[in-house]
């Protein structure tokens, strides 16, 4: 069932709207089922315009945030310290003190 033409961008800006500030407080999972809208939809007039490009500039500064945080981690872990185990080089020696 098609959008209402008024109603088409203003429904889809808001949907990723709500979906964007879900990932900016930290729940990612709303981003996972996001699909681009049809492309049959109505050109965006300047005020839809306009809340688009400030959508994008938000998805681009939570994609810095995010590879920023990814790229710690991963060093993170790449310079975890790890327990490195080897046999003993010489057996183990026990003195009996009670003779």
Same mark, same amino acid.
């Given at each position: 069932? %098609? +959008? %209402?033409?008024?109603? *088409?961008? *203003?429904?889809?800006?808001?949907? +990723?709207? *709500?979906?964007? $500030? #879900? #990932? /900016?407080?930290?729940?990612?999972?709303g981003l996972a089922g996001w699909?681009?809208?049809? /492309?049959?939809? %109505?050109?965006?007039?300047?005020?839809?315009?306009?809340?688009? #490009?400030?959508? #994008? /500039?938000?998805? @681009?500064?939570?994609?810095?945030?995010?590879?920023?945080? =990814?790229?710690? @981690?991963?060093?993170?872990?790449?310079?975890?310290?790890?327990? =490195?185990y080897r046999a003993a080089d010489? %057996?183990?020696?026990?003195?009996?003190? $009670?003779?």
């Amino acid at each position: 069932m %098609p +959008l %209402p033409a008024d109603l *088409a961008w *203003a429904i889809v800006l808001d949907d +990723l709207d *709500a979906r964007l $500030a #879900a #990932a /900016e407080a930290g729940d990612l999972s709303g981003l996972a089922g996001w699909t681009a809208p049809a /492309e049959d939809l %109505p050109a965006m007039t300047a005020d839809e315009s306009a809340r688009a #490009a400030v959508i #994008a /500039e938000r998805q @681009a500064r939570l994609g810095d945030v995010l590879r920023v945080r =990814s790229t710690r @981690a991963a060093h993170a872990r790449s310079t975890m310290h790890r327990a =490195s185990y080897r046999a003993a080089d010489k %057996p183990a020696v026990y003195v009996d003190q $009670a003779l």
